[in-house]
């Protein structure tokens, strides 16, 4: 079982270039998640989705774009990368009243 | 608003000695409890979980946590660490209805050394 699958595992950036982090899941989950994580500041929800077509934002959304067109793929758009950006990001997934499960993240440098 | 307080951001502890890393949590609701592990470089992975019943609840590698709804606390305890324990340790919470969203601490760095 491949799980959660996030793709690029690393990624630098210039300053107002665009990417999309994306993120597969294999476990028919129904809601999803964007979490950065920075040093000792934990995890912080950047945008999750409860379905197909169906995302809403979460504790930190500035700066970033979700789509959700399958139940299995959740994209994460940054259109103009800053350095305040510069984070390590995770996708999660799971179903109500289960723990999530996250994929092993994507590091991001923004110069 | 629910919010999760990890008091310690290190924890040092020699190898086979016993630990407790500490978790408060507010919330005015019915909460979900979780800790999860992240290893250097690596994604989390949970070790254990409190959703209903008992609340002393087992994980994988030896961890075990009691819910603790009057003080509000979710402590993680090992009665005897190894090496390879060294790692992140997060503790989570996600209020019943919320789609699951977590809410996470900041993180105790368990260091465990010979």
């Known amino acids: 079982n491949a799980g959660v699958t996030q793709t690029p595992k690393f990624r630098i950036l210039k300053i107002g270039q665009s990417m999309t982090l994306q993120c597969t899941q294999d476990?028919?989950?129904?809601?999803m998640y964007w979490y950065r994580q920075d040093p000792g500041m934990g995890l912080k929800l950047i945008y999750y989705?409860?379905?197909?077509?169906?995302?809403d934002k979460g504790e930190v959304p500035n700066g970033y774009n979700v789509s959700r067109s399958t139940t299995e793929d959740f994209p994460l758009r940054l259109e103009l990368a800053a350095p305040s950006q510069t984070s390590v990001y995770f996708c999660?997934?799971?179903?109500?009243?289960?723990?999530?499960?996250f994929g092993d993240g994507t590091r991001l440098s923004i110069l | 608003a629910q919010s999760v307080t990890q008091l310690d951001s290190q924890v040092p502890v020699f190898e086979e000695a016993p630990v407790e890393l500490r978790c408060n949590y507010s919330s005015s609701v019915s909460v979900y409890l979780f800790w999860y592990v992240q290893y250097p470089n690596q994604g989390l992975q949970l070790l254990l979980k409190?959703?209903?019943?008992?609340?002393l609840v087992k994980g994988i590698n030896g961890f075990e946590a009691e819910f603790n709804k009057s003080q509000t606390s979710f402590h993680l305890r090992k009665p005897s660490v190894h090496i390879s324990d060294t790692a992140e340790y997060f503790c989570a919470v996600s209020e019943a209805g919320t789609a699951s969203k977590l809410t996470f601490g900041t993180g105790t760095r368990l260091q465990v050394t010979l």
């Open positions: 409190y959703l209903s019943g008992s609340t």
């Open positions: 476990m028919n989950h129904n809601y």
């Open positions: 999660a997934s799971t179903r109500e009243g289960q723990p999530q499960h």
């Open positions: 989705s409860v379905g197909a077509g169906i995302t």
